[in-house]
């Protein structure tokens, strides 16, 4: 049993719509974190957040702690958002959930 | 200023060998963090040196070492090489001391192909 499942596990999406990808963690955490993955392997982080809701540019990225819980929202999609989604959680180590991968179509 | 710097970018070594990866963090931060992707999975968290001092580990197995240089970089081990190793093997770098509760940078990572 993976401590981070997300889903869904592939997306594809029309340029302007809006996405959410969901992420439920089963582990004590201090943190979660979103980050981005592009073909040829570099990873950025897109967010860490332990409550609430953070937004940057298009992104919108949100927690419940209580349910374990958290999405990342896209607003008004764009081909060059398409990657590959990962949520991770810090608690005693850094788990991983295998990624949401996201095609956008222009 | 230059971001988390790893070397070499691809490497192929044969079953049974011994290989060493290299990691240069962002200047300043003190902590480094290891972790292998197999291709289609998320990453899994090998490894975290703070001050050259190891403060985390996964569940890989004692093939796999690591240390941290007085300058703060640091050096993935990988002995006795099996087929099951080929991954990509990514370095982290944060300013704190722990993982949790500071943002990790990550580098452009490692491929490696045992054969």
């Known amino acids: 049993k993976n401590e981070v499942e997300q889903s869904p596990q592939n997306l594809t999406a029309q340029e302007g719509e809006f996405i959410t990808i969901n992420c439920s963690y089963s582990?004590?955490?201090?943190?979660l974190h979103w980050l981005q993955q592009h073909p040829g392997g570099g990873i950025v982080s897109l967010f860490m957040l332990s409550s609430g809701k953070k937004k940057h540019g298009r992104l919108i990225a949100t927690i419940n702690i209580q349910e374990k819980h958290s999405s990342l929202h896209i607003t008004a999609s764009h081909p060059r958002d398409s990657a590959v989604y990962i949520c991770a959680v810090t608690g005693n180590q850094f788990y991983f959930g295998t990624g949401t991968s996201l095609t956008v179509i222009p | 200023d230059a971001g988390v710097t790893q070397s070499p970018t691809h490497l192929i070594k044969t079953r049974g060998q011994h290989v060493t990866l290299r990691c240069s963090p962002i200047s300043g931060h003190k902590s480094v963090s290891w972790y292998q992707q197999v291709l289609g999975q998320g990453p899994q968290f090998i490894f975290q040196?703070?001050?050259?001092?190891?403060?985390g580990r996964g569940n890989f197995p004692d093939r796999f070492s690591a240390r941290q240089f007085p300058n703060y970089s640091s050096e993935l081990n990988v002995n006795a090489l099996l087929l099951g190793d080929s991954a990509l093997y990514l370095c982290a770098s944060s300013p704190g001391d722990r993982l949790a509760g500071y943002e990790q940078y990550f580098g452009p990572g490692t491929r490696l192909t045992v054969t």
């Open positions: 040196y703070y001050e050259k001092e190891e403060r």
């Open positions: 582990v004590g955490i201090s943190a």
